[in-house]
């Protein structure tokens, strides 16, 4: 007996071994050195059936990645693939009963495995892999002793081996989050901040590297991101970062794309081909310069106002000026205080001019400002608008991007401590929109409202876009931005609503296609304004405060208040925007959705755009997120596919480093919902799961219906169709078996699942019949028993106190503490650095062991309130404090210190001539 040849099949996951063996039962199969019970063996060290192959991928050298090169990495085949149900010989037996109807997972021996005998001694089985081989891979074999009875080692050369996979490797995801249209002014120097994902990382990294390049259209200039802390928005952010280098860029519009380089697969570019390969104009956008950088698709370059003389935002008096008759200054500001005297909007630039603080640096016009006497302070922010309007400021054309008139670009509306009402006065007309946001700012939330009026249609008028910062910003009766051409940023700001008022809209007009309105960082969201169901959609939440629920296409680092009966969530919600590629590269990375009732809404919710008839959710990234219920039986943490009535496809998801506690997840679950006899047989009407990871997740309870089930409707509809058919037979949905690939364990590993839902009788209904390598579960099956399983180190969650915000670090009698071996980035969300090997979930310090905390050897504390751990950043949960963001900590004995750990490296500047030949310029 032996085996002759493989065969990887079109799908890219089930390999074909033909050889020599007698008729085969499931049992003849042991392709691990450790038993099938012991799933946490499962590990590719153990693995019997090892393919080395070798793809095109890309190196990291340094913060570079070079590429694309030919590079080897180890598949194993971790299960013997069956029968789809559809075409068994025999239904499955059983009642269709009770709450949890369905198949209660009697494991894949009571099904045909599908072993071809070909009548000349040889027979093919089919085995499925646990990660995908791509077109063009080449690939040799190992057997150890034992793969199946009978047969012992032996290995398969490349010409032995066929690779007919049809199924391209999908490629990164990534997004900005920083906030387009910044003002880059008296430096050449900007630090931008980016997320990317894969769905097959190596080490600490999910991908090689990530390289950034900033152009103005005629010249480029290219810098290496590497992972560190970003503190944009007084926060620390882990994710891929660099201060790029911009001179010699012409001052103006600058265009920053990105290009992600995974290990495995294809690059991607946000300028969709390779911007070190095209020309500098097709990277920048030009005269649209001004609006892409609010669009919402992923592939899209971040657009900034470059002005390294610091003149470009500036302003020339009037040769009446009474101070400074046609002086140059670098920076305006303008005083707003309801005490002014200046109630008038001016009709002059000479009477315009009087209401300004100058200077050549930000703090000189800001001392200028406030300095200035009540007779020449507006008294709101109307007559500052019109201000603005009379200055009559423009800028050159510049970078592709014709002439501006009447713009505000830099310029700060400094509003004075105290209350300040919105005018309902008309915004003034004739404004520009130019290439950087005006800037309005307070002393701090605390000491400055601005609220929008009680009545009218008015509100903080100003036709463009606008940054709001360090303001109470709250909401009367009428919305922040009331006209559809407004766009805005909120930054540490707190937002609300007027105690009585019903009044919710943040915005009152829809975005236009495809765009994006609002952005938020470090703000204190509260009740009241909606958040997640914007009528103008919202690009980045960053590092915000939730005491309501919100919707974002970027939502990293947010946190919920610890308010009793939380109904806080993260959803998705994108208005208008007829583009599919809006719905795609969604993250969720690194939010502490906490003290979560089970009624209501998901914790998470997952985009998915209609695409041809079918719904389409691709390249989601969920990632080192915690999520805690602390009570409700109801919903659900987070939904996929669950009675669906139109066919789903989910595809490139990375789901990752969670820990969700108190609750279950419904994982690609293909409960589709047939209307029709037709759509009750139709293998199209399905859910399609493609090469998604699932991987070092903490979870409850992770349900899955992907390969048969009972369905109440199919049986309906097949009881008036097929009268002869009986129950359960007729009853059962068999297009399941296309979300196989979650079904048994493609892509999944180090993932610890407990069984701790009371309401479910043994611990298999709807389960994965495959979890994937290292996979750790209770050894017991009851529920009741399994309470203190993940050994936490202050569990609050429904299932234990039900008190919420606990503690969820692991401890050293945690089981799954070492499991996890690679991760899309090298740090939990409590500041803690990853080890080469670190515990699934979102938090990667153990109490009791010694981490590396922001680059630094430190001992986390063992007993509540204990002082003494210096973290960067600082490590939330420590003994009974917590601290997640910087500005709102509150922590006894947390002294945030600088980062000492990875952070920029060797940053390489490319210049490119408008012959489209580099030469490499020095370190930036």
């Given at each position: 007996?032996?085996?002759?040849?493989?065969r990887?099949?079109a799908?890219g996951?089930?390999?074909?071994v033909r050889?020599?063996?007698?008729?085969s039962?499931r049992?003849?199969f042991?392709?691990f050195?450790?038993?099938?019970?012991?799933l946490h063996?499962?590990d590719?060290?153990?693995?019997?059936?090892r393919l080395t192959?070798?793809?095109?991928?890309?190196?990291r050298?340094?913060?570079m990645?070079?590429?694309?090169l030919?590079r080897?990495?180890?598949?194993?085949?971790?299960d013997?693939?069956p029968?789809p149900f559809?075409i068994w010989p025999q239904q499955?037996?059983g009642?269709?009963?009770g709450a949890?109807?369905?198949w209660?997972?009697?494991?894949s021996t009571?099904?045909p495995?599908?072993e071809?005998?070909h009548?000349d001694?040889?027979r093919?089985?089919?085995?499925?892999?646990?990660?995908?081989?791509?077109p063009?891979d080449?690939?040799?074999?190992?057997?150890r002793?034992?793969?199946?009875a009978?047969?012992?080692a032996?290995?398969l050369?490349?010409?032995a081996?066929v690779?007919?996979s049809a199924?391209?490797?999908e490629?990164?995801?990534?997004?900005?989050?920083t906030?387009p249209y910044?003002a880059?002014?008296?430096?050449?120097?900007?630090?931008?901040?980016?997320?990317?994902a894969?769905g097959l990382?190596?080490?600490?990294?999910?991908?090689a590297g990530?390289r950034?390049?900033a152009t103005?259209g005629?010249t480029?200039?290219?810098a290496?991101a590497?992972p560190g802390?970003?503190e944009?928005?007084?926060d620390?952010v882990?994710?891929w970062?660099?201060e790029?280098?911009w001179t010699?860029?012409?001052p103006g519009?600058?265009a920053?794309?990105?290009s992600?380089?995974?290990?495995?697969?294809p690059?991607?570019?946000?300028?969709?081909?390779?911007p070190?390969?095209l020309?500098a104009?097709?990277l920048?956008p030009?005269?649209a310069?001004?609006?892409?950088?609010?669009d919402?698709?992923?592939e899209n370059p971040?657009v900034?106002?470059y002005d390294?003389a610091?003149?470009?935002?500036?302003?020339?008096?009037t040769a009446s000026?009474?101070?400074?008759p046609?002086?140059?200054?670098?920076?305006?500001a303008i005083p707003?205080d309801?005490?002014?005297l200046v109630a008038?909007n001016?009709a002059?630039?000479?009477?315009?001019?009087?209401?300004?603080?100058l200077?050549?640096t930000?703090q000189?016009?800001?001392?200028?400002a406030?300095g200035?006497?009540?007779s020449?302070?507006p008294a709101n922010?109307?007559?500052?608008?019109h201000?603005i309007r009379?200055l009559?400021?423009?800028l050159p054309?510049?970078?592709?991007?014709?002439?501006?008139s009447n713009?505000g670009d830099g310029?700060?509306?400094?509003l004075?401590?105290?209350?300040?009402?919105a005018?309902?006065a008309a915004a003034?007309?004739?404004?520009?929109?130019?290439?950087?946001?005006?800037?309005?700012r307070?002393s701090?939330?605390?000491?400055c409202e601005?609220?929008t009026?009680?009545s009218?249609?008015?509100?903080?008028h100003?036709?463009g876009r606008?940054?709001?910062m360090?303001l109470?910003?709250?909401l009367?009766?009428?919305a922040?931005?009331p006209g559809?051409?407004?766009y805005?940023?909120l930054v540490?700001?707190?937002?609300g609503?007027v105690a009585?008022?019903?009044y919710t809209?943040?915005?009152s007009?829809?975005?236009?296609?495809?765009?994006?309105r609002?952005?938020?960082?470090?703000?204190?969201?509260?009740?009241?304004?909606r958040y997640?169901n914007l009528?103008?959609n919202?690009?980045?939440?960053?590092?915000?405060r939730?005491?309501?629920?919100?919707a974002?296409?970027v939502a990293?680092n947010n946190e919920?208040?610890?308010?009793p009966s939380n109904?806080?969530?993260?959803?998705t919600?994108?208005?208008?925007?007829s583009?599919?590629?809006?719905?795609?590269?969604h993250f969720?990375?690194?939010?502490?959705?906490?003290?979560?009732d089970?009624a209501?809404?998901?914790?998470?919710s997952?985009?998915a755009v209609e695409?041809?008839?079918?719904q389409r959710t691709e390249?989601?990234?969920?990632?080192?997120?915690l999520?805690e219920?602390m009570?409700g039986t109801?919903?659900?943490?987070i939904?996929?596919?669950?009675l669906?009535t139109?066919?789903?496809?989910?595809?490139?998801?990375?789901f990752e480093?969670?820990?969700?506690v108190?609750?279950?997840?419904?994982?690609?679950?293909?409960?589709?919902?047939?209307?029709?006899i037709?759509?009750a047989q139709?293998?199209a009407f399905?859910m399609?799961y493609?090469?998604c990871r699932a991987a070092?997740?903490v979870l409850?309870?992770?349900p899955?219906?992907?390969?048969c089930f009972?369905?109440?409707?199919?049986d309906?509809?097949r009881?008036a169709?097929?009268?002869?058919?009986t129950?359960?037979?007729?009853?059962y949905?068999?297009?399941?078996?296309?979300?196989w690939?979650a079904h048994?364990?493609?892509?999944?590993?180090a993932?610890?699942?407990?069984?701790r839902?009371?309401?479910?009788?043994t611990l298999f209904p709807?389960?994965?019949?495959?979890?994937?390598?290292r996979?750790h579960t209770?050894?017991?099956?009851?529920?009741?028993a399994n309470?203190?399983?993940?050994?936490?180190v202050?569990?609050r969650?429904?299932?234990?106190?039900?008190?919420g915000?606990?503690?969820y670090?692991p401890?050293g009698?945690?089981p799954?503490r070492?499991?996890?071996?690679?991760a899309?980035?090298?740090?939990?969300i409590?500041?803690v650095l990853?080890g080469?090997?670190?515990?699934a979930g979102?938090?990667?310090?153990?109490?009791g062991e010694?981490?590396?905390?922001g680059?630094?050897?430190?001992w986390h504390?063992?007993r509540?309130?204990?002082?003494?751990?210096v973290?960067?950043p600082?490590?939330?949960?420590?003994?009974?404090?917590?601290a997640v963001?910087a500005?709102r900590?509150s922590a006894?004995?947390?002294?945030?210190?600088?980062?000492a750990?990875p952070?920029?490296?060797?940053v390489?500047r490319?210049?490119?001539g408008a012959?489209g030949r580099r030469?490499?310029?020095g370190?930036?």
């Open positions: 007996m032996a085996v002759q040849s493989a990887v099949l799908d996951w089930t390999l074909e050889g020599v063996w007698p008729a039962v049992d003849d042991q392709l050195d450790t038993p099938d019970q012991a063996a499962w590719e060290t153990t693995a019997r059936v192959v070798t793809s095109q991928g890309y190196e050298q340094g913060a990645a070079v590429g694309p030919p080897r990495r180890v598949v194993v085949a971790h013997v693939r029968e559809r499955p037996a009642p269709v009963t949890n109807k369905g209660p997972l009697p494991r009571e099904r495995l599908g071809v005998d009548g001694g040889t093919t089985i089919r085995l499925m892999l646990h990660k995908p081989v791509a063009g080449a690939f040799t074999l190992e057997f002793p034992g793969w199946r009978g047969l012992g032996q290995s050369s490349e010409t081996c690779n007919d199924t391209p490797i490629p990164p995801a990534a997004r900005w989050i906030m910044e880059v002014r008296d430096t050449t120097r900007k630090r931008i901040d980016l997320l990317a894969h990382p190596e080490g600490r990294l999910g991908v990530v950034l390049c103005d005629a480029k200039l290219f290496w590497e802390w970003s944009a928005y007084g620390r882990r994710c970062t660099v790029m280098d010699g860029l012409n519009p600058v920053v794309h990105w992600v380089f995974p290990w495995v697969g690059a991607r570019h946000s300028s969709g081909g390779d070190a390969e020309p104009s097709t920048h030009g005269e310069a001004i609006d892409v950088g609010l919402l698709r992923a971040l900034f106002g390294p610091g003149t470009l935002y500036g302003y020339t008096t000026h009474p101070e400074w046609a002086t140059a200054f670098k920076y305006v707003v309801p005490a002014g008038t001016p002059s630039a000479q009477q315009a001019e009087l209401c300004l603080g200077g050549q930000p000189a016009a800001e001392a200028a406030r200035l006497p009540p020449r302070r922010t109307v007559v500052a608008m201000v009379q009559g400021r423009s054309a510049a970078n592709g991007r014709g002439p501006r713009v310029i700060e509306i400094l004075a401590d105290g209350l300040h009402i005018g309902t003034p007309s004739g404004m520009g929109i130019g290439e950087v946001y005006t800037v309005w307070g701090s939330p605390a000491a601005l609220r009026p009680a009218g249609t008015g509100s903080a100003y036709a606008r940054r709001l360090d109470s910003v709250i009367n009766a009428t922040l931005l559809a051409t407004q805005g940023q540490r700001c707190r937002v609503r009585g008022s019903t809209n943040l915005s007009h829809q975005a236009p296609a495809n765009r994006a609002l952005s938020f960082a470090a703000c204190d969201l509260e009740p009241g304004p997640d009528n103008g919202s690009l980045l939440m960053r590092s915000c939730l005491r309501s629920s919100a974002a296409v990293v919920t208040a610890p308010v109904q806080v969530s993260l959803q919600s994108i208005a208008s925007a583009d599919p590629a809006c719905w795609a590269d969720r990375w690194g939010n502490r959705i906490m003290g979560r089970g209501g809404a998901a914790a998470m997952t985009p695409v041809n008839g079918r390249r989601l990234v969920i990632v080192n997120n999520i219920y009570s109801g919903t659900f943490a939904r996929m596919g669950e669906q139109v066919p789903q496809d989910v595809i490139g998801l990375v480093g969670n820990t969700i108190g609750n279950r997840i419904n994982w690609m679950y293909g409960n589709m919902v047939p209307g029709t037709a759509q139709d293998p399905s399609v493609r090469q070092n997740n409850d309870r992770w899955i219906k992907g390969d009972a369905s109440q409707e199919a309906t509809l009881a169709a097929f009268p002869g058919e129950a359960p037979a007729r009853a949905l068999g297009q399941a078996w296309q979300q690939q048994f364990g493609f892509m999944m590993e993932n610890a699942s407990a069984h839902e009371t309401g479910i009788s709807h389960m994965p019949e495959n979890r994937g390598l996979h209770p050894p017991t099956s009851e529920a009741t309470t203190n399983w993940h050994a936490f202050d569990d969650c429904r299932y234990t106190t039900g008190q915000f606990g503690d670090r401890t009698a945690t799954w070492r499991i996890a071996r690679s899309q980035i090298d740090a939990g409590d500041g990853r080469e090997t670190f515990p979102a938090l990667a310090g153990i109490v010694s981490a590396t905390v680059g630094a050897q430190a504390g063992l509540s309130g204990e002082p003494g751990l973290a960067s600082p490590v939330a949960n420590v003994g009974a404090a917590r963001h500005l900590s006894a004995g947390l002294s945030p210190a600088a980062p750990g952070g920029i490296g060797l390489r490319r210049r490119v012959e030469r490499r310029a370190a930036g």
